[in-house]
């Protein structure tokens, strides 16, 4: 490597040189006229240069949009989580979390309780619907989850171990997974994805980047080999458009006899 230039002028023209090259100056290693160590002036963050905080703050955006349209369901068999689908108080979940229970306690993001009863459920793609009673709260966005890529970034918002409105981040792993739940019912097709989907999870929210809801985590994968622990980054949720598509016909059908 050449010796580097002594010199006020020369030492400018070095960095200038390196800065044109890309290579970042770290703070603190500025140096005053005798030679001593001093802190670098901070200049502005900007997005363009680290875009990282861009993502970071649209992270914190999406988690403030979608975490009040995502509640918690407790019935006398545990808990769940479940999200808001119209404004009509209509909450969609998983069969599987209001499985042998009709009426329910459903906690808001806010930590306002409100009774709600069971409207109808479909096992055979473990989806269900809830209605609220004494409140309305804004309905959540659901995309269209035909346009999904692998490697898309989605977060997992729910309420896992009663801790409400909690939030995983991970990507879309795969597409069109055939998955069996171990009870007669194989979600098909089905979201693979790395955002941890922990128990309290189900019925919650997977979401995009642009706050949409892209998905309703429902189960996650056990490794055989661990005594059938939780695989670690392998979740499945059922995509949007099967849940709008389902959600739909339980509530037209009206409350089950």
């Known amino acids: ?29 500025g140096e005053d006229g005798t030679g001593a160590a001093r802190p670098a002036k901070a200049g502005p963050v900007s997005a363009t240069q680290f875009p990282v905080v861009d ?26 989580s479940g999200v808001v ?8 979940t998983n069969a599987h979390v209001v499985d042998g229970a009709r009426r329910f306690l ?33 309905p959540a966005t659901f995309a269209d989850s035909a346009r999904l890529q ?5 977060l997992a918002i729910g309420n896992p171990l009663g801790l409400r409105s909690s939030v995983t981040e991970g990507i879309v792993s795969s597409l069109n ?16 994805t790395s955002a941890a989907i922990n128990p309290g999870n189900s019925g919650g929210a997977l979401v995009d980047l642009g706050g949409r809801v892209i998905g309703i985590p429902t189960l996650e994968a056990l490794d055989p080999e661990l005594g059938d622990e939780q695989a670690a980054g392998i979740g499945f949720a059922i995509p949007s458009n099967t849940v709008r598509q389902v959600a739909t016909r339980l509530i037209a059908s009206g409350p089950a006899d």
């Open 150 to 154: 692998v490697g898309d970034l989605v």
């Open 177 to 192: 997974r055939s998955v069996p739940e171990g009870n007669g019912v194989t979600l098909s097709p089905a979201i693979q």
């Open 85 to 92: 689908f119209d404004g009509r108080g209509n909450v969609v």
């Open 106 to 138: 459903v906690t808001l993001s806010s930590g306002d309780r409100h009774p709600a009863t069971l409207v109808r459920s479909d096992r055979a793609h473990d989806l269900a619907v809830v209605h609220l009673t004494g409140t309305n709260p804004a």
């Open 55 to 80: 993502l970071q703050q649209r992270f914190v955006r999406v988690v403030r949009t979608v975490s009040p349209q995502v509640v918690q369901i407790q019935s006398r068999l545990g808990l769940g």
């Open 1 to 29: 490597m050449p010796a580097p230039p002594r010199g006020r002028s020369r030492r400018a023209a070095y960095l200038t040189a390196l800065l044109a090259a890309g290579v970042t100056a770290i703070a603190g290693c």
